[in-house]
């Protein structure tokens, strides 16, 4: 039953509900469905049957005891549905058609998670073998013993090998790399303390010498990286760091 445009003392009479957080003004619709009689909060329809399919998209809390829910209703819930077989059959194109979807995601997310595990093992072994190659090849340079190169390598890997050449050479280290990492250049800085000691400042170095790489960075006095977008400067940009230190 329908109550059109009744005084809001009226329809309070009668026992309606306010909708929480809704706001009326004096004339006011009232719906009532069986024992349930409510302010009108939106569009209502003659019967349910009329709404046609249902689709609910969440359901959440709007005051103690009470629940609000979102759907799409009739066309929109058709249109969603057609929305999602197009996209199944997409992904079942990706997949090449596999019968079990899941399972074909499955088995791929697993071979993922192996060549992952592989090339993770043989940058391990490349990191050892570019580390020992490195203490080979340092250079003394006034009492100074400077580690330089550039690789494409990813960041975390010129990092743990700075780490790691600070743990083994105490004093007199000057570590100094132009790394490329998905495509982007960058500068990492590693000082032994002795040589922080003197004044230098990984930090300062790297972030002068990134112009030539146009971009910026810094860190600790130690230790310091900045990146950039021209990696034809990289090389250029190691070298300032040796001249910036005064080496």
Known sequence: KEYRHIPIEEAKELGAIALFGEKYGDKVRVIQFGSSIEFCG??????????GMVK??????????????????????????????????ELKALF???????????????ENAGLKKQVED???EKEVALKERLLKNIQEINGVKVVKFCAPLPAEVVKNIAFQLRGEITENLFFVAGSIDNGKP???????DNLVATGLKA???VKEAARLIQG???GQPH?????????????????????????
């Open 56 to 89: 609910i998209m969440s359901e959440s809390s709007v005051a103690a005891g009470v629940r609000r829910i979102e759907a799409f209703t009739g066309a929109r819930v058709e249109e969603l549905l057609d929305t999602i077989q197009d996209t199944f059959n």
């Open 216 to 218: 910026g960075g810094g």
């Open 203 to 205: 930090g300062n170095l």
């Open 186 to 192: 960058m500068l990492t800085v590693m000082l032994s």
């Open 122 to 124: 043989f940058m391990r």
């Open 42 to 51: 939106g569009t209502h329809v003659a019967a349910t049957g009329n709404i």
């Open 223 to 247: 230790f310091a990286t900045a990146g950039g977008k021209n990696t034809d400067g990289l090389n250029a940009a190691v070298e300032k760091v040796l001249e910036l230190a005064g080496i």
């Open 96 to 110: 090449n058609n596999a019968p079990d979807l899941r399972i074909a995601i499955r088995k791929y997310m697993d």
